[in-house]
């Protein structure tokens, strides 16, 4: 069974970031969820048959505690159904948290499941660049391109925490097939981000390739150096690739921060400040923002900390803090590559958090598992951590990359 439940997670990495585009409709819902439900029926029997879960890690005991204080808010919510809903979805996207703890034994399956995440951001790039193909020829005017099914502020977003898990694979598999992979995805993930017109994805893009500098240069500088003068004629190229109108539209960030509107979003945070005020302390209850700031039924905070603030209240918002605490605490327990690497994907959830509102994404729960899982291996089974992420270099030199600080 728990060769089966390994199987089903990998795959559910997978499906992570391209999830939105098969979806199998109700009741079933998407690729990922289908994955983690059936994930979730195996690991529990698996976990009773040993007769005992893991020791949970600090990150698992506050993702509880947010969990369960928003499902506590059903008692004062001013949307029950909403809240009900909002209920079963955090627990289908949180558990991963909890689920991959379980799974997970050895760096060398942490390695796989980042494998697992970069193959599942190319399969995003790849329905990005078909629809960029197909809507090329029939729809001159458009200007923004995603993969079906998604959106383009959240394609753009989920490729960029992919830039930093590529670079440090790159820098640190032993199979030449995942690393070509690896490399490859820099620009051809950029290419994506640039045809989604997403600025916010723009902005969190420019941070992710600077981690991922940073990751190369410190793991082979001289090699490092090619890579990217090869890298920087490919990014060149998309300059003549991506649509003209596209560019124009990301050109206009300095315009959007000057005017202060940032596309309307500034509105919806006046809005959502004002309904605070009104319930600083416990909030509206889960998922009920647009209620609560007298918006549309479809619109979202597009941002997580204003998001949490809202329907959570300020109690919400310390164990929201807590949550990126630990998330913070078990990457500075990793060194060398991988902390370099884990500390540029908290980095570039951050910056895309102030554009979205992540805290429902799978990604976003995926992502701290997985950085949760580095630091437990760091503190459990340091060694193996040096063999398996310190590059292909030479016993004593690869033991001196990986050490860095």
Known sequence: MGRVAWILLVG?????????????????????RILGIALLLVVVPAVLMRRGMRVPGALQWVVLGLYLYFACSYIWTIDPATTLEKMRSYFQVMMVVWLAWEVVETPQQLRTLLRAFVAGCWVLVILTLMNYASASAMAAEQIRFVAEGQDPNDVARFLDLGFPVAALLFATDHRWLARMLAICYLPAGLAAVLLTASRGGFSGAFAALVGSAMVLVVWRPRAASMIFVGLAVMASAL??????????????????????DLNERLGIWVSGWQAFRQAPWWGYGAGTFASAAGLGATDTAHNTVMAVLVTGGLVGVAIFSAVIGAVVRAAAQTRGLVRMAMGTLIVVWAITSMAGSVEENRVTWLLFGLIALAGRFETEQANSMARVFSGREPEGAAERVYAVR
């Open 239 to 260: 300059w003549l690739f991506v649509p003209a109108d596209s560019l124009a539209r990301l050109l206009t960030i300095p315009e959007q921060i000057a005017s202060g």
């Open 12 to 32: 559910f990495v997978f499906a992570v970031p391209w999830e939105y585009s098969l979806d199998a409709g109700e009741p079933w819902g998407n690729v990922a």
